[in-house]
């Protein structure tokens, strides 16, 4: 999608204008379309002027932007910006941890023109000593630079899946296929992708090949064969597809879909059972009779093993779960019953109660938390005593008036450097559910962020610890934290840990949420909605919690209204 695109520019512009030093307004005016426009699930190319402008922070200056932009591929204003700042500079900038402050710094002090320029520097220490710029700082922007290159190999599923779901209708409709589906790690919902498989059947392979590769998203043909053509698209994925036989879809499916090493298990336990399975089918060994391969199930089943459900083929135990009869019964969208963690305007959210609890409703759910920010968080027009007490009002008098849907008083609460809580527990204690989070103070040492979260955990009226490490994929490591503490002390206190299900959050992620199964700690899967649309990204969270084996009595967001708050209350005794 051409959003990430459009994001990606007004975030520089951002930093751009950050580094000419800029009206403050003019810089947080961008960076707002930058992370509301990223974060829609409905393409920008395909609105009208009225739902342009319909979008939080986007006014007719910017949405003449991006029309003009889809049109001719064209930002005069970002190509003038960056006329003005040196390309030196405007490359420091693409290093994640690399403020644009400290950029200029580096780049006027130091003359760095590069960033193998920036490495050597920084392992030589020769950064330190500048303005603000410690040992930490450094260690900091290594990874950073690490990062990057890591980035380029691989994106998010959050960037990624929306472009292929878009590709496979866009083939639908100018080809004849009649399967079409989604193989390798997209299927899986790993949280990162390295390209786009794509499987088929049709009885006109070649017509389906041709249409592929003209596709107007294709930018570069790599391959263009009979069955089997890759391509380049532009937002640089490569994307592969293959038309395979009917009679062999299944067998494909299973071996496209891997992972590797779960089709190698596979492989060997054919070999012992006198089978051989590839691509094309399941065949007997001493005389290749075909045993099957048009469904997936057919390799499992032969196998003598139940159906392993993708987001589970990591090799990781489930082989041995379904030997021993022993594979979880996996969570489902459909368990969802509410979103406990969602922002409104009162904070840095966009919409009204009103328009939360229609969209909620839409969704089918039977709850919504409302946690706005705090005071703590002045960027976030964090709420203090007297809004949170006046938000709870407007929420006790909606209520009343609902039926079949409640909303849940609630506010996520920020973990300051401190150990403390930035609300008194007198007002926390009001709420029906307090979320509480780390917002700064990331390069804290291990010993005090561990610190910082145990101390919440053992507040008696805070309920679960949302994106508990903090990372953004591809942007942001996690902080330094000892997750086992952590996740004994909320087991001892009886709270939750939140998968949060913004596609570059996913935190916890999937292996720390098998980990929290194991300990019987449970799970909320939130979404951290700031903009209506994302409520959408709820199958992002629970597909991460499906990758950590959970199963509905797992997370408490599937609970019904009245059990919830009875956890909820529990929870705080
Ligand atoms: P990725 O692309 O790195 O995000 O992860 P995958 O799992 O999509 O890997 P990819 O695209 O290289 O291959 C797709 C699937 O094809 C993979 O999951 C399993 C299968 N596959 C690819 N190469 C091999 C191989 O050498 N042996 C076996 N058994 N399977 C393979
Ligand atoms: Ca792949
Ligand atoms: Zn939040």
Avoid: C
Wanted: hydrophobic share 40%.
């Amino acid at each position: 999608m051409i959003n990430q695109q459009i994001a990606g520019i007004f975030d520089e512009m951002a930093d751009l204008l950050e580094i000419k030093g800029e009206n403050v307004f003019r810089i947080r005016a961008y960076r707002r379309a930058a992370q509301n426009i990223g974060g829609l699930p409905k393409d920008v190319a395909q609105m009208t002027e009225d739902e342009l402008l319909a979008i939080p922070g986007i006014g007719k200056d910017l949405a003449g932007k991006i029309r003009h932009y889809i049109d001719s591929g064209k930002m005069e204003a970002y190509d003038e910006l960056r006329k003005e700042v040196p390309e030196g500079l405007t490359l420091l900038l693409s290093v994640p941890s690399l403020g644009p402050k400290t950029a200029k710094l580096l780049y006027d002090r130091l003359q760095i023109k590069d960033i193998d320029d920036l490495e050597r520097l920084a392992r030589e220490h020769r950064l330190s000593g500048l303005p603000g710029i410690k040992d930490k700082t450094e260690e900091n922007i290594l990874k950073g630079i690490e990062m990057l290159r890591r980035g380029k190999e691989r994106l998010p599923i959050g960037r990624v899946l929306p472009t292929a779901q878009d590709i496979l209708s866009q083939l639908r409709k100018k080809a004849r296929v009649r399967e079409l589906t989604l193989a390798g790690s997209l299927r899986r919902w790993k949280e990162t992708v390295k390209d786009i498989d794509i499987l088929a059947t049709s009885e006109e392979p070649e017509k389906v090949m041709s249409a592929f590769v003209h596709l107007p998203v294709v930018r570069e043909v790599l391959m263009h064969g009979p069955t089997k053509s890759s391509v380049v698209i532009t937002e640089g994925i490569q994307v592969d597809l293959r038309v395979v036989e009917k009679e062999s879809f299944g067998a494909a499916l299973a071996y496209f879909t891997g992972s590797k090493s779960h089709n190698i298990r596979l492989r060997e336990m054919a070999v012992k059972a006198g089978m051989k399975i590839n691509e094309y089918g399941i065949y007997r060994e001493k005389d290749d009779r075909r045993l099957g391969g048009e469904k997936e199930e057919d390799v499992y089943r032969l196998l003598g093993l139940p159906y392993i459900p993708p987001e589970l083929r990591e090799d990781t135990g489930e082989i041995e779960a379904a030997l021993g009869d022993r594979l979880p019964e996996l969570l489902e969208l459909a368990d969802i019953k509410g979103d406990l963690h969602v922002h409104t305007k009162h904070s840095d959210g966009s919409h009204s109660l009103e328009e939360l609890i229609k969209a909620a409703r839409e969704r089918g759910y039977e709850y919504i938390a409302i946690t706005d920010h705090t005071k703590g968080l002045g960027v976030a027009r964090g709420l203090n005593e007297e809004k949170i007490l006046e938000e709870m009002k407007e929420i006790k008098a909606v209520n009343k008036r609902l039926k079949g849907f409640r909303v849940l008083m609630g506010a996520e609460v920020d973990i300051r450097s401190d150990y403390t809580l930035d609300l008194p527990d007198e007002v926390l204690s009001k709420l029906d559910i307090v979320v509480a989070s780390v917002h700064s103070g990331f390069r804290q040492s291990r010993e005090q962020i561990t610190k910082r979260l145990i101390s919440a955990i053992k507040n008696p009226y805070v309920s679960v610890i949302a994106h508990p490490t903090g990372r953004l994929i591809g942007e942001r490591d996690a902080y330094e934290v000892d997750m086992e503490k952590v996740f004994s002390a909320a087991k001892e206190a009886g709270k939750a840990m939140e998968i949060n299900a913004y596609p570059l959050r996913l935190d916890i992620n999937d292996a720390y949420a098998k980990r929290a199964k194991e300990m019987k700690i449970p799970v909320m899967i939130n979404t951290d909605t700031h903009v209506i649309n994302q409520f959408d990204f709820m199958i992002y969270g629970v597909s991460i919690g499906r990758r950590g084996w959970l199963e509905k009595g797992d997370v408490i967001n599937t609970l019904n209204a009245e059990n919830l708050l009875k956890w909820l209350r529990k929870s705080k005794a």
